[in-house]
């Protein structure tokens, strides 16, 4: 009997001690993937960890050009907020370890190839050196922001502080912003335009490669526009968010908290609706700015030779997408056209919906040959645009933006029906 029981004990120590042998290894095998795949938006993940001094280095790096750490939340103000904020910064001088910030990168499909074989250290060395214009911080700006004041009275204790950072390294900025959207789910709203600016460099780099702007301006230097085809990075933000969300009413103060507002951006993203297209429909739209604007030159040139008074009766086409309300309904309008209202998707058939584009796309570019045959005096006559500037301010309105906006919306969608065949824009203004 005490036999029995003394191999039961034993037989107890065996297998408790064999039960935490496998713990260590699972634990093990746990700590040395710090690479991971993500199957569903096709990132790559790597956690790693560098010191404090390190990694400000790295983001600073990556929005000098805008002058330091931009687009970030805004700080909290009320006074509950502003404490939770100072005993953040206060307990990372005294040594507390953060949540990992992540990091997103956009690189090209070489570099993302040889990351399964290089080490994290000679990853993340390589994506200091070649891609710090590439990054953005997609969860943890209030962190960063924060390790910014430590430094500021700690230098010495933090600056060398260990911390963890992931990075998501991906080919398209496409799946950085479906990353981003789920990262954030149920934190602290954070308004839906002011989301999309913490990536829009890379967004915008992407979009130069896709589509023929004659420039994107650099708001920070002053730049406006001047002529056809020219927009700020903000204003091709608002066309990123009006065509995920398909409508013109949209406010950029809006907030991820409207849950609909973030399931239709994360739907139109993760069918690759953006990649399909988005940049089509903010070509013709560049295309239609350049047409309309032809004779811009020559007119700007009359009224600086101020002959007579006729050149100040002239109007520029420049100035129908000069105005937002046009620019986002003509890409709500298209978008509508193309893929259906939210809710109601043409998407079941891939190959329907990209010959439409490809019908809409040709349509245009019939109207556009036409345009270039006219004179300076039959695109005037075409444009209509006395006709367009009595409907938009021939009488007061109250709610003045959200007007033009369903103005344009319903205007443009009178050219997307008549597929462009359309012998004046003064159907389209009357609408």
């Not at 036409?370 to 006395?386: H, I, R």
């Amino acid at each position: 009997m005490v036999q029995k029981t003394g191999t039961a004990k034993g037989d107890s120590f065996r297998l408790c001690q064999r039960t935490l042998i496998e713990r260590q290894q699972i634990m093990t095998t746990s700590i040395d993937h710090t690479l991971l795949h993500d199957q569903r938006v096709n990132c790559t993940s790597i956690m790693t960890a560098m010191t404090v001094g390190d990694y400000i280095e790295l983001v600073d790096s990556a929005y000098q050009k805008r002058g330091g750490l931009a687009h970030q939340r805004d700080a909290l103000k009320t006074t509950t907020a502003r404490r939770i904020r100072s005993r953040m910064v206060d307990d990372i001088v005294k040594g507390a370890v953060l949540p990992p910030v992540v990091v997103g990168v956009v690189a090209n499909n070489d570099f993302i190839t040889s990351i399964q074989e290089d080490s994290t250290p000679d990853t993340v060395a390589a994506i200091s050196s070649d891609y710090s214009e590439a990054l953005s911080i997609i969860d943890g700006m209030q962190r960063t922001t924060a390790l910014l004041e430590a430094l500021d009275q700690d230098r010495d204790s933090v600056e060398e502080r260990p911390m963890r950072v992931e990075f998501w390294i991906a080919d398209t900025t496409e799946s950085l912003i479906y990353r981003m959207l789920v990262l954030n789910t149920g934190q602290v709203p954070w308004n839906l335009s002011r989301q999309l600016q913490v990536v829009y460099a890379p967004l915008i780099e992407e979009m130069k490669g896709q589509v023929d702007f004659e420039r994107v301006l650099d708001t920070n230097a002053g730049e406006r526009r001047s002529k056809a085809g020219e927009y700020a990075p903000d204003n091709l933000v608002e066309l990123y968010i009006a065509f995920g969300l398909r409508k013109t009413d949209i406010d950029t103060q809006e907030t991820l908290a409207d849950e609909f507002s973030r399931l239709d951006m994360t739907e139109a993203l993760s069918s690759h609706q953006y990649r399909d297209f988005f940049y089509p429909v903010v070509q013709m739209m560049v295309d239609l700015d350049k047409a309309f604007s032809r004779f811009d030159a020559d007119i700007e040139a009359a009224i600086a030779a101020q002959v007579d008074d006729t050149a100040q009766k002239l109007k520029k086409g420049r100035s129908i997408f000069d105005s937002k309300p046009a620019r986002i309904g003509f890409v709500v309008a298209a978008a509508t056209t193309i893929l259906g209202r939210v809710g109601m998707e043409q998407d079941d058939d891939p190959d329907a919906t990209n010959a439409k584009l490809a019908g809409i796309q040709s349509s245009l570019k019939a109207l556009i040959d036409k345009l270039n045959g006219y004179d300076s005096d039959e695109l005037q006559t075409f444009l209509k645009l006395d006709v367009l500037s009595e409907r938009l301010y021939g009488q007061k309105r109250s709610a003045v933006g959200r007007y033009e906006r369903a103005f344009f919306d319903s205007a443009f969608k009178v050219l997307f029906e008549e597929d462009f065949e359309v012998p004046s824009m003064e159907p389209c203004w009357r609408a």
